[in-house]
């Protein structure tokens, strides 16, 4: 009984309340497996990106480029501004193994009906290459961090 108890309650699905000021959606199940990567070990990718500090920075710079940006800023016109940023932070946070737990949807539940292209994809990498340069990220780091992104494309791009 205690077994289908532990089998039901890790495949539930999760309809927490949205956080305030973002807006709701789907009920998911919360897994850090969710980001899409498996975390760096050790801290030496935390402190090259700035901490969290440093994170949410780039993070927010990020976010906005991509609203703003005339090529892409179309993808990004009716999605939730706060609630991106949160489970951007979150996922870079915990890939880049700062101390934080991804609590967001898997990438391709979360991009489901976007229509994401290849192109579209090429110019948010470029967005978060801005980013991460703004922030004085070294180059190498920069190229491990796009490296452990990466495989996260094929759930992305949708055409």
Not at 8 to 19: F, K, M
């Amino acid at each position: 009984m205690m077994v289908l108890l532990s089998i039901l309650l890790a495949t539930a699905q999760v309809a927490a309340p949205a956080p305030q000021g973002e807006e709701a959606v789907a009920p998911y199940r919360v897994d850090p497996a969710n980001a899409g990567a498996k975390p760096f070990s050790g801290d030496r990718m935390a402190r090259q990106f700035g901490g969290q500090p440093g994170i949410r920075r780039i993070v927010d710079s990020f976010v906005t480029s991509n609203f703003a940006d005339p090529h892409i800023g179309e993808i990004f016109k009716n999605q939730d501004a706060v609630r991106l940023r949160r489970v951007i932070f979150e996922q870079f946070c915990y890939i880049l193994n700062a101390g934080c737990t991804y609590t967001g949807r898997d990438m391709r539940t979360a991009h489901t009906n976007m229509g994401v292209q290849q192109a579209d994809m090429n110019r948010l990498v470029e967005n978060l290459q801005r980013a991460m340069a703004t922030e004085r990220v070294p180059f190498a780091a920069q190229n491990r961090f796009l490296a452990k992104l990466a495989p996260m494309r094929s759930a992305v791009v949708q055409r």
